[in-house]
């Protein structure tokens, strides 16, 4: 099989905008160690960076992206409206802010970073949802974004939100790891052509130290790392594995030369509590 760089597999979004099919994610990293972090994953070959406002370090992502001598237009950026910003003015308001925290004029992806929940807002989460996403269409249409999306919304919340929706998401992005792989919300976005990313495709490294994925590492002559994020890639699935480390984030990169066969895709998709969040939405209480 040809070697594919991380830089040339885009995936395609239902609006046509193409995608490199692997992201680098800065949940947790320190806004102070941001900056080099993000220059060491360009450096590396990732196009595609995912920050959210609430992660403290969209200021160190905009300075990389300043620093680099990669052209804004060549690097996918996705932040994240927070949860205290839902309603359409504070969307909109919450959207100036991030890009000017940023240093950009547009950004290329922007998702709702959870659904309102019946748990903390009863009855009103649906109009909250809905009023979040209305301003989302509106910022999309004003070619603010060039991609618009949700983060953490189970079946259930998308088909609420499409009974207002005018502009479809083009995004779902979920947690998915082995141990945690989401199969009817995975199967659902794909369904409704909406891509779904993984975040803590490695469950927080929870995964990496199971057995079943470590032999079948070695049998491919990978790392489990690799395979974690090879069994997401093969379903279609977007991850956006975290690495403070260059050489992690380059050997993260290096999973477009090997395939994992139907069985080992099953194997690991049976795969019960290893760890990671595992969150349900509708059960958070921030
Ligand atoms: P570190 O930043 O020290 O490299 P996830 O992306 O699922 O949230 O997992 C992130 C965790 O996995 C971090 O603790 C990160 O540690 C670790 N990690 C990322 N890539 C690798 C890798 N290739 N090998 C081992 N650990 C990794």
Redesign the pocket.
């Known amino acids: 099989m040809q070697k594919l760089s991380a830089l040339t597999a885009p995936m395609a979004l239902s609006n046509g905008v193409t995608i490199p099919g692997l992201g680098y ?1 800065t ?1 947790q990293t320190p806004n102070e160690e941001t900056k080099k972090a993000v220059l060491e994953a360009l450096s590396v070959g990732y196009r595609h960076i995912d920050t959210a406002a609430v992660y403290g370090n969209e200021q160190g992502v905009g300075d990389a992206l300043k620093e680099s001598d990669i052209a804004r237009e060549d690097i996918f950026v996705t932040s994240k409206l927070w949860n205290t910003e839902r309603g359409y003015d504070a969307t909109k308001a919450a959207f100036a802010k991030t890009i000017a925290t940023l240093g950009v004029d547009y950004l290329d992806l922007y998702l709702i970073h959870w659904p309102a929940n019946t748990k903390q807002f009863g009855a009103k989460a649906a109009e909250l949802n809905a009023e979040t996403w209305r301003a989302m269409e509106d910022l999309y249409n004003e070619g603010k974004i060039r991609a618009i999306g949700v983060s953490n919304f189970m079946p259930h919340h998308l088909d609420e939100l499409m009974k207002t929706a005018v502009i479809k998401p083009m995004v779902d992005q979920i947690e998915v ?1 082995p141990g945690w792989p989401q199969a009817e919300a995975v199967r659902y976005n794909q369904a409704h052509d909406i891509l779904v990313e993984a ?7 929870s995964a ?1 130290s199971n057995e079943t994925i470590a032999a079948i590492a070695t049998k491919h002559g990978k ?4 395979v974690c994020l090879r069994w997401g890639i093969q379903q279609g699935v977007l991850p ?6 260059q050489e ?1 984030m380059a ?2 990169t290096d999973i477009f030369d090997f395939e994992l066969t139907d069985a080992e895709m099953t194997q690991i998709s049976a795969l019960e509590n290893l760890g ?1 969040q595992c969150m349900v939405p509708d059960e958070v209480d921030f």
Do not use: D, F, I, V
Request: zero cysteines; charged letters at 10%.
């Open positions: 994610g949940y790891h975040w803590a495709p490695l469950g927080e490294a990496l790392t489990a790392a690799q956006l594995p975290k690495s403070t480390h992690r050997q993260n990671g």
